[in-house]
């Protein structure tokens, strides 16, 4: 099974901060991989897949990158509603894995 | 719009049974695979099962494998996740969610059931 694994576990930032979550792979899965976002009480929302694509309706200061086992999802300038938890996730086989989590709250 | 709503949570003693059901609505169900994916109280996102667009292919997490059994009914636009010998660490959130064609990743979820074990 590939396991994966976020860093940091989570992280306190503010308004307009730049925020940058670490995925890795234990094994390669090319681009097969997703970024979703939780809030609390609700299912969670597709942001990245493919490891870089925006997914249609979220916004531009969400980016997604890296292949392989290293990806990054980075939150260029956070906004208030940017205040979730994270998860990555691969499709490169089963069964399907996720990260466990990376929680940003307010600084 | 693409909807999934599931039902059928509850409370169940240790080694019961439950059927957790997902009604498909707004897109061709019959065109995409379907999957189940869980989340326990406070923790992270879990995914459980798969299954095939006529039902002939089913992937699960080991940890489910020989006690749930996932099935769907085009006909009625709706998935299914039969449970059996429930045990605590299965309390989870269930979410029914789509894997997109070309990508499989998960693009549509429901609101989620919560199932509880406990005597």
């Known amino acids: 099974d590939i396991q994966m694994t976020q860093s940091p576990s989570s992280v306190s930032a503010s308004v307009g901060d730049r925020v940058t979550i670490t995925c890795r792979a234990s094994?390669?899965?090319?681009?097969?991989l997703a970024w979703y976002q939780q809030k609390p009480g609700k299912a969670p929302k597709l942001l990245i897949y493919?490891?870089?694509s925006l997914q249609s309706g979220v916004p531009s200061r969400f980016s997604g990158s890296g292949s392989g086992t290293d990806f990054t999802l980075t939150i260029s300038s956070l906004q208030p509603e940017d205040f979730a938890t994270y998860y990555c996730?691969?499709?490169?086989?089963?069964?399907?894995?996720f990260g466990p989590g990376t929680k940003v709250d307010i600084k | 719009e693409v909807q999934l709503v599931e039902s059928g949570g509850g409370l169940v003693q240790p080694g019961g049974s439950l059927r957790l059901s997902c009604a498909a609505s707004g897109f061709t169900f019959s065109s995409y695979w379907m999957s189940w994916v869980r989340q326990a109280p406070g923790k992270g996102l879990e995914w459980v099962a798969n299954i095939k667009q006529d039902g002939s292919e089913k992937y699960y997490v080991d940890s489910v494998k020989g006690r749930f059994t996932i099935s769907r009914d085009n006909a009625k636009n709706s998935l299914y996740l039969q449970m059996n010998s429930l045990r605590a660490e299965d309390t989870a959130v269930y979410y029914c969610a789509r894997p997109r064609e070309v990508d499989d990743v998960l693009d549509y979820w429901g609101q989620g059931t919560l199932v509880t074990v406990s005597s």
């Open positions: 996730q691969q499709a490169n086989s089963f069964p399907w894995t």
């Open positions: 493919a490891a870089s």
């Open positions: 094994q390669g899965i090319s681009s097969w």
